[in-house]
């Protein structure tokens, strides 16, 4: 896996992997617009797209009937610097006709202990938790 960060101006980089998939990101910086999430959101990002992943693949699997899937991530930083994360919250709101919520539950837990290498990653510098909910499909 590669990836490339090339700075563009000001604190705006453009960012690109081998896929060909691109992102810009930075902050704001003098008259510059923040162009794109930071360097820090795209972890949250990263993270809660890797958990999402797994929990919907799970329940797939399972043949459970999900219909939506939504993980929302949030986080705090040390006052200091290097300002890592200390604590993460990814609170999963799962849609679908029926779902058993100790399935979800399940494909939840299974994210956290076994498959997510993000997660797994960030629970080295931070405190990771779980949440999840379970809405019913129209």
């Known amino acids: ?6 700075w563009v101006e ?11 998939h691109a992102i810009v990101l930075g902050s704001a910086h003098g008259d510059h617009p923040k162009p794109g999430p930071s360097p820090m959101e795209l972890l949250l990002i990263g993270t809660g ?8 693949h799970i329940l797939e699997r399972g043949r ?3 219909a939506g899937c939504v993980c929302e991530v949030s986080a705090d930083r040390a006052e200091t610097d290097p300002r890592v994360f200390t604590r ?7 849609t679908g006709r029926g779902l058993d919520p100790k399935a979800v539950e399940r494909a939840v ?3 956290a202990e076994k498959y997510c290498s993000a997660s797994a990653m960030m629970a080295k510098a931070a405190e990771v938790t779980h ?8």
Not at 1 to 6: D, E, H, I, L, Y
Not at 50 to 56: F, G, K, P, S, T
């Open 1 to 6: 896996m590669k990836a490339r960060v090339t």
């Open 10 to 20: 000001a604190r705006t980089f453009a960012g690109a992997v081998e896929s060909g």
């Open 49 to 56: 797209g890797c958990a999402a992943y797994d929990v919907v």
């Open 64 to 66: 459970a009937p999900i």
């Open 88 to 94: 993460i919250e990814m609170r999963f709101i799962v």
């Open 109 to 111: 837990q299974l994210s």
């Open 131 to 138: 949440r999840f909910e379970v809405v019913e499909a129209p």
